[in-house]
Nanobody, 121 residues
Framework: QVQLVESGGGLVQAGGSLRLSCLAS????????MRWYRQAPNNQRELVAA???????NYADSVKGRFTISRDNAKNTVYLQMNSLKPEDTGVYSC???????????????WGQGTQVTVSS
């Protein structure tokens, strides 16, 4: 069983910063890509940032230059540093990861429960 748990969300004023963390735990052999998504009220879920196991990254245009995704492979953790936050960044932020469990040769995509980020104007 593999679990992803996010932390670090909260309420912040516009222009502020937050750092989200997502810890993958359980019977993990390896983790490939890890990603952060967000979903604002009445909006579709959108990909915010992604990082490969080698550290290659890509970002949504709306967050480029403000958000930084990183990971600590030894800790099975992915981070999202969010700076210069705007009210339109408000939403539920969820991580997902492509994981190969110890008990299987296949790779599965697992999701966390999400953490709320609210940016006030």
């Amino acid at each position: 069983q593999v679990q992803l748990v996010e932390s670090g969300g909260g309420l912040v004023q516009a222009g502020g910063s937050l750092r989200l963390s997502c810890l993958a735990s359980g019977s993990i052999f390896s983790i490939n890509a890890m990603r952060w998504y967000r979903q604002a009220p009445n909006n579709q879920r959108e990909l915010v940032a992604a990082i490969t196991s080698a550290g290659n990254t890509n970002y949504a245009d709306s967050v480029k230059g403000r958000f930084t995704i990183s990971r600590d492979n030894a800790k099975n953790t992915v981070y999202l540093q969010m700076n210069s936050l705007k009210p339109e960044d408000t939403g539920v932020y969820s991580c997902n990861a492509d994981v190969r469990p110890r008990t299987n040769f296949r790779t599965y995509t697992y999701w966390g429960q999400g953490t709320q980020v609210t940016v006030s104007s």
